[in-house]
């Protein structure tokens, strides 16, 4: 199955609250928090870019996260 790495910006103070709620979501691989842009980094496996879909919109709505950006596996 493809990977996706879904980067996440969060507000002030909630990524760990913010990585807590995405580890429990089903088809994350691994999470863990960065420094940077960014404060979370989820991996996510897919069977379809539809399901990848409602996972990144599941995960924009957490509260606490502000913005995502998603790159996806390419397999050439």
Same mark, same amino acid.
Do not use: Q, W
């Given at each position: 199955?493809?990977?996706?790495?879904?980067?996440?910006?969060?507000?002030p103070?909630t990524?760990? #609250?913010?990585?807590?709620?995405? !580890?429990?979501?089903? *088809?994350i691989?691994?999470?863990?928090?960065?420094?940077g842009?960014?404060? &979370?980094?989820? #991996?996510?496996?897919f069977?379809? !870019?539809?399901?990848? *879909?409602?996972?990144?919109?599941?995960?924009?709505?957490?509260?606490?996260v &502000?913005?995502? #950006?998603?790159?996806?596996e390419t !397999?050439?």
């Open positions: 199955m493809p990977l996706a790495c879904i980067m996440i910006h969060c507000k103070g990524p760990p #609250e913010v990585l807590k709620t995405v !580890l429990g979501m089903g *088809g691989k691994r999470g863990f928090e960065v420094l842009a960014f404060d &979370v980094v989820a #991996e996510c496996e069977k379809s !870019l539809e399901k990848l *879909g409602m996972t990144v919109y599941s995960i924009a709505r957490i509260n606490g &502000v913005s995502t #950006e998603t790159l996806i !397999l050439l």
